[in-house]
């Protein structure tokens, strides 16, 4: 079974919808949770820690669900600009062992 | 902040030299950097886990002695490509890891280094 597993999708959404994007992992030791984002051809860029009590930046909401080992993602008001992999990122409690989803696409549709 | 920068960004070389690929942390020190692959339209594949002033870790089913990895300070880690072939193109990427922020271990990506192998 793989560490972290995500739905690879690919989402096709129009402008202003909302979709979320859920992401579970296989160790309950794990300690950290994170959102990147990729752009083609780029490196992926931290988008969001995931906190225990859940977090929100602007339209982005992240959740984590210890009982159940997942962690979601929603983005509110979906833009052309949000389409992207969006990469689930989870840390061990070592602190040097990263584990990565394949990631999930995104394109937003005008 | 946690700028992470790589050099070079773009590299085309011939099959059988060796390529080195610089990683530097630019405003922050970073301990552990690591070293990643991703093949088109795959996920990023982490080949090795460098450790400043000790020897790297390497994933299974990658080549220390094609793979030279190197993290001599605080800031810079290098990745050597030795004797590459055409199967070595790819994306590769290195990542710091950031301060701790509570329990959190946050990754920085630089931009990634297109290598490709003629």
């Known amino acids: 079974r793989k560490e972290v597993e995500q739905d690879p999708g690919p989402f096709n959404v129009p402008e202003g919808a909302t979709v979320a994007f859920n992401c579970t992992y296989s160790?309950?030791?794990?300690?950290?949770f994170f959102w990147y984002r990729q752009d083609c051809r780029k490196e992926p860029k931290l988008l969001m820690s995931?906190?225990?009590s859940g977090n929100e930046d602007g339209r982005f909401t992240a959740q984590l669900n210890r009982a159940s080992q997942y962690i979601s993602l929603l983005i509110r008001d979906s833009k052309l600009s949000d389409s992207a992999t969006y990469l689930c990122?989870?840390?061990?409690?070592?602190?040097?062992?990263?584990?990565f989803g394949t990631g999930t696409s995104l394109t937003v549709i005008p | 902040g946690a700028v992470v920068s790589q050099h070079p960004s773009w590299v085309i070389c011939k099959s059988g030299t060796s390529v080195k690929i610089e990683c530097r942390s630019l405003?922050?020190?970073?301990?552990?950097m690591f070293w990643y692959r991703q093949f088109p339209k795959q996920s990023l594949m982490l080949m090795a886990t460098?450790?400043?002033?000790?020897?790297?870790?390497?994933e299974q089913g990658v080549e220390k002695d094609k793979f030279l990895i190197n993290h001599a300070s605080l800031t810079l880690s290098t990745l050597t490509v030795t004797s590459a072939h055409p199967e070595d193109s790819s994306f590769y990427i290195c990542?710091?890891?950031?301060?701790?922020?509570?329990?959190?271990?946050?990754?920085?990506f630089g931009p990634g280094t297109r290598l490709t192998v003629t």
């Open positions: 990542s710091a890891r950031g301060g701790v922020t509570g329990l959190s271990y946050e990754q920085y």
């Open positions: 160790n309950s030791a794990s300690q950290s």
């Open positions: 995931v906190y225990s």
């Open positions: 990122v989870v840390n061990m409690y070592t602190g040097n062992q990263f584990y």
């Open positions: 405003d922050f020190q970073a301990t552990t």
């Open positions: 460098s450790n400043e002033g000790s020897k790297a870790t390497y």
